[in-house]
């Protein structure tokens, strides 16, 4: 992931002054550029894909402009507070789907910093729904601030206990955390299956055949501060992802802790010779990283965003957990990069299925599929960033070929 | 010749006393106690199954006290486990165990594995070259959707093969040029692979299918009726008619087994996953090796995700995103078998047996059913972590080769 890409020396190219390399600089401190390309291309090919099968680039121009009305970003150009307005219920909504992705994001952005590549965010967010809504339906009639503290530690901590599982496994007997953690996705989400599922402990009390979970008791609701209130309203959840952010930035760049975090991610045999306890570090930051997935999922039960309950059928359906994955990489897993990587999919997720799910332009299925073909894209691509490099430095390099001879030996070997 | 003379001269009882021996025999005991309970035997007392299972338990701590850990922990993993099911067994009513217990499991089982063989050995494939391929699961799926639509419009089951074949050749193809020569990291190319499968596939069943079933009558891979084993006896009703798939897969495992390690190019395949610089040195194209063995990989899985869709289970329908992670259970039997054909054939059925004994306790409880798919997830976990032996991965198993 830090491969910087056969790119010539920064400072040469900053001396020459043009846009270019200025943008060459900040690629190298890990700039916007390939994740700004990708999405324009990952966008312009699931165009390409509309217009072909519709055979009309109108349609396929039409249907991204209703993604993005979809996604109530339309709502920018007339802004009324007034919900029943149609753009800011969308935008609402959109807002909603960005609080959960920005903590899945966080959690695998969080694990790469640290050299690991947590694929177990979709789990362990389960573990944190699971736990949020088992205590929040069993503390019924609790103070409220204290049922919603509860709730959203206790989720947070089993998530971080259910990731810390692959970090202590990667710890001691070297387990991929990539296999370790595919695994424990798949048992939570049977176990949250089974839970849920028709004679599970935690299946809906009143209704026995139904095979969903209790509502969340009104104690431990989060609050909705715009919207309908307890109607799929934008919960303070919102500012407590907000907060998630600032907390990662801090944590990674202003502490100790972060430090070795990095340390260990940038080169775990340098840090280990530098005195910094590797295995310590893998564990603490799974655990952090499983945190973050864990917080998605408690604020999701107790936000309301899923209804205050979540049935066996959701399961299968739910993806918050690895879409974060392209999220964090799109965010070039940086605090403020992550926050914009999930506003992006929050729009396309609520504006492709919902926006369009109203649209005569496109078969509403058809919308949500493309969602999913934007979001492959983003992640086959980002992760080849030296395609992108190798195209804008073979530019450059034809712009001024034999300048300094020395230049392209120098590149190889970096 | 040689060999084979002096493993006859040596006496009986220095064979017997060799670990691995031991080891093995451990272990079919404990399966065997397991087996008493259950027909065709059915002892109906809980002696039989203790008795065995505490002689495996007993070979198996032998074992790991002569070194051979692996084993020795197997043997005594299903020494324990022969006992408990063979008392599960014992205390439940003959009908049910005839129901739960008939030669269907085993039928069952050998078709719920016929897609993990395929992508465990395509894996094997993939990983022994040096390239990780976590986007089994997606090539699967692509093989899955593009498998009907072939033996629906081609009009018959070998279209459908070969189109599934060659969409999933296509496809490891796009993920070889990332993985290979754009060098980007293997785990998120083949995370992208497995989205863009799910939105590829699900986007063309809407726009062809219109979110519909296939149509019936979708040309279906045929099964294959031994002659001479048919009617109601146990061996009919396990093997007498299984799907011609199932049969490849069988055939698959031995291939692979032989094209591994009985073959230059099998030698030159490991080389390449194990040290590439020195493969590259002693004249191997370490590239050329690596994209044929991740485009057989993608051919490979396909043919498992035909399965799904035009197998005996699918019945000629496909299911949005009807994978469901076995791609990612092919890949643990793989891991589990520890990167060598029989071992994940043998896991494989291990999770597909896991799958249909979940089948056939939905009968009983639903959730104690879904409870039970966890198993092939525990025991791979269990396996990652060591404690019935490491697994050992390709030396070179997930870095891009930069050549020199």
Known sequence: MTDPGPSPSPEQAAAAGTLAAR??????????????????????????????????????????????????????????????????????????????????????????????????????????????????VDFAGMNPFAHILLCIVAGTLA?????????????????????????????????????????????????????????????????DFWGAQGFQGVHVGLFIALAAVVVFWVLLNRTTLGYEVRAVGFNPDAAAYGGINVKKNLVRAMAISGAFAGLAGALDMLGGTTNYQFGQLDIPFSQVGFIGIAVALLGRNTALGTLFGALLFG????????????????????AGNLTYIIQGLIVLFIGADVLILYVWNSRKKLRRPPANPAQPAKATAA | MSTWAARLDNPLSARLRDPAATGALGIFLGAFAAFLAIPPIEARTVTWPIVVGIVAVALGIWTVSRGRRRLGWGAVAAGVLGIALGMLATRSSTENLGSAFDATLVAQTFSFATPLVFGSIAGMFSERSGVVNIGLEGMMLMGAFWGVYGADKGGSWVVGLLVAAGVGGLVALVYAFFAIHLRSDQIVGGTGVNFLAVGITGYFFVELYHNNPVPNGVSLLPNVRIPGLS???????????????????FALVILAYVVLFKTPIGLRIRACGEHPRAADTVGINVYAIRYGC???????????????????????????????????????????????PAGAFGAALLFGFSSALALKLQVYSSSAATLFQILPYVLTLIAVAGVIGRTVAPAADGKPYVRQ
């Open chain 1, 159 to 223: 998530a971080a206990a259910w990731a810390g599982i692959a970090g202590v496994l990667k710890a001691t007997v070297g387990a991929h955390e990539v296999i370790s953690t595919i695994m424990l996705n798949w048992i939570a989400f049977w176990v949250a299956s089974w839970l849920f599922g028709a004679g599970g402990p935690l299946q809906n009390s009143t209704q026995p055949t139904v095979p969903v979970s209790n509502q969340v008791s009104s104690s431990a609701r989060l609050p």
């Open chain 1, 347 to 366: 729009s396309l997720l609520y504006g492709s299925f919902h926006g369009l799910g109203s649209s005569a332009v496109i078969q509403p299925e058809l």
């Open chain 2, 294 to 340: 991740v485009v057989l990989s993608g051919i490979l899985v396909a043919l498992g995700g035909i399965y799904l869709s035009e197998g005996p289970q699918g019945n000629g329908s496909f299911i949005f995103n009807m994978t469901n992670g076995r791609g990612f259970i092919a890949l643990a039997a793989m891991i589990f078998g520890n990167w060598r």
């Open chain 1, 23 to 136: 943008i060459a600089l900040k690629q190298r401190a890990g700039g916007i550029l390939v994740p700004v390309v990708t999405v324009v291309f990952a966008l312009v090919m699931s165009g390409i894909v509309l217009a072909a099968t519709q055979h009309s680039v109108h349609t396929a121009l039409v249907a991204f402009q209703e993604i993005f009305d979809g996604a109530g970003l339309n709502w920018i150009f007339h802004p009324t507070t007034n919900l029943i307005d149609i753009s800011a219920y969308n935008l609402s909504q959109t807002l909603l789907q960005t609080t959960t992705l920005i903590l899945t994001g966080l959690s695998v952005a969080f694990a790469f910093r640290c050299g690991m590549f947590n694929i177990g965010g979709q789990g362990q967010y389960f573990v944190g729904l699971v736990v949020a809504n088992w205590l929040g």
């Open chain 2, 231 to 249: 009617g109601t006896g146990f061996f009919a009703q396990a093997i007498g008619d299984l799907n011609i798939l199932t049969w490849a897969s």
